[in-house]
């Protein structure tokens, strides 16, 4: 399978741009550590996915869609399991806004599968513009949850 960019028609909403510092990077790109955060716009819709746009590496960024409500499909995320993952960040789950990292897959039919990351979430905690990819413990987050 090869993974594929979101080929919809995208365009950045600047005026909601963030400045995120990741202090060990994404889990594979721990070498990059400046990023911005801005919404898509697909459409008539945001809000739901966003883009995590490296400013180190401008060929370095991930879709990200939102997760308010710690649900999606039939996987609900604990508020437990969550304040453990980032108990040591010094933040409270209250503080930090949650996003699931979004990959594209395409198989040898041309088939697109897409998928969220719910055992390694990227967490945000706007005050201090500061963001974390977290590994939650338990095996029952997958790793790769088609949406």
Known sequence: MNCETLSMQ???????????IMPQGIIG????QHY????????EGTGLFWELQSVED?????????????????TTLSEVDLATAI??????P???EIYLIISIEVN????????ANIRAPFIF????NRGWQVVLSDPKYPMAQII
Do not use: C
């Open 36 to 43: 911005l955060l801005a919404p898509l716009v697909l459409g």
């Open 87 to 92: 108990r040591h960040l010094g933040i409270t």
């Open 125 to 128: 905690h706007p005050a201090s």
């Open 10 to 20: 995208m365009t950045n909403s600047h005026l909601s741009e963030r400045r995120v």
């Open 94 to 96: 209250d503080d930090i």
């Open 108 to 115: 040898g039919k041309g088939e697109k599968t897409v998928t």
């Open 58 to 74: 401008r060929h370095t960024s991930f879709i990200l869609m939102s997760l308010p409500q710690l649900k999606i499909g039939n």
């Open 29 to 32: 790109f721990g070498d990059i």
